[in-house]
């Protein structure tokens, strides 16, 4: 059996790699344990500035859940509990480090609210987003009722969510839930290119401006303000913000070590 999730690493980036294709990648308690693992370890891993996750296989990056995991109901309690107690989902929030969202084919259910907890998104042109739960006598599980608002906004993710209507990749974008939308074919080398820009630039602030941005979605402006003005007065005397200024002056590339 191979296993669930993949990675490997070189030039700053991490490439996760959802590998159930003869399953379109749907999550299964294997997969979902094999993915946090695959997190953490790229957020501590000090060679790694950027993360990618993809789905392997030619059709899609994620189906949702695994439907053959759902053969019994547990009690409300047991249920309920084992939500509050789910912490898979956790690390995509703690991860100080980017994680792009690579999306082909099929991004449904709980693929998108992968998707969502990812801090970019950019998707092929065959990319095709659903939230199918309320038609199955659910609602969203790890957050999509909570994240797809912050990111399209209240009226597309209610007509999202209550219809569970699939939206195509170009409707997607249109509505903010991805950002970059490419050629199928493109895709690969396009989530490279994008991955290799974010890698290249100083760590500590892409971390600092992360944070800062994902603050903003909770924090009263005022308080963002402040926030915002205290992590970039500690990055004034980092070695790598000293080394761009040099850089410029000198007219040449920087050299960044992440200090």
Request: charged share 25%; proline share 6%.
């Given at each position: 059996?191979?296993?669930?999730v993949?990675?490997?690493?070189g030039?700053?980036i991490?490439r996760?790699?959802?590998?159930r294709?003869e399953?379109?990648?749907?999550l299964n308690?294997?997969?979902?344990?094999?993915?946090?693992?695959a997190?953490?370890a790229?957020e501590?891993?000090?060679?790694v500035?950027?993360?990618?996750?993809?789905?392997a296989?030619?059709?899609?990056?994620?189906a949702?859940?695994d439907?053959?995991?759902?053969t019994?109901?547990?009690?409300?309690?047991?249920f309920?509990?084992?939500?509050?107690?789910?912490?898979?989902?956790r690390?995509?929030?703690?991860a100080?480090?980017?994680i792009?969202?690579?999306?082909?084919?099929?991004?449904?259910?709980?693929?998108?609210e992968i998707?969502?907890?990812c801090?970019?998104?950019?998707a092929?042109?065959?990319?095709?987003?659903?939230?199918?739960?309320t038609?199955l006598?659910?609602?969203?599980?790890?957050g999509?009722?909570?994240?797809l608002p912050?990111?399209?906004?209240?009226?597309?993710?209610l007509?999202?969510?209550l219809?569970g209507?699939?939206?195509p990749?170009?409707?997607?974008?249109a509505?903010g839930?991805?950002?970059?939308l490419?050629a199928?074919?493109?895709?690969?080398?396009?989530?490279e290119?994008?991955?290799?820009?974010?890698a290249?630039?100083?760590p500590?602030?892409?971390?600092?401006a992360?944070?800062?941005?994902?603050?903003?979605q909770?924090?009263?402006?005022?308080?963002g303000?402040?926030l915002?003005?205290?992590?970039?007065?500690?990055?004034l005397?980092?070695?790598?913000?000293?080394?761009?200024?040099?850089a410029?002056?000198e007219?040449?590339?920087?050299?960044?070590t992440?200090?």
């Amino acid at each position: 059996m191979s296993d669930p999730v993949l990675m490997e690493s070189g030039g700053g980036i991490a490439r996760i790699t959802l590998n159930r294709p003869e399953a379109r990648n749907a999550l299964n308690a294997a997969m979902r344990d094999a993915l946090a693992r695959a997190i953490r370890a790229a957020e501590a891993d000090g060679a790694v500035r950027v993360l990618v996750l993809r789905g392997a296989g030619p059709h899609g990056f994620c189906a949702g859940a695994d439907i053959k995991e759902f053969t019994e109901v547990p009690s409300p309690t047991e249920f309920r509990q084992s939500r509050v107690h789910d912490s898979w989902i956790r690390p995509f929030d703690e991860a100080r480090k980017p994680i792009i969202a690579s999306i082909h084919g099929h991004c449904l259910g709980g693929g998108v609210e992968i998707a969502l907890a990812c801090d970019i998104r950019i998707a092929s042109e065959d990319a095709v987003f659903a939230l199918p739960e309320t038609g199955l006598g659910v609602i969203t599980g790890v957050g999509g009722s909570q994240r797809l608002p912050r990111v399209v906004g209240l009226g597309h993710a209610l007509d999202m969510i209550l219809t569970g209507e699939r939206v195509p990749a170009a409707r997607a974008q249109a509505m903010g839930l991805v950002s970059r939308l490419v050629a199928p074919d493109a895709l690969a080398g396009a989530t490279e290119e994008l991955a290799a820009r974010i890698a290249a630039r100083p760590p500590m602030a892409v971390a600092f401006a992360k944070e800062a941005v994902r603050a903003a979605q909770d924090l009263p402006l005022r308080e963002g303000m402040k926030l915002e003005v205290d992590l970039s007065t500690l990055l004034l005397n980092t070695e790598d913000r000293l080394e761009a200024a040099r850089a410029f002056r000198e007219k040449r590339p920087s050299r960044f070590t992440g200090r």
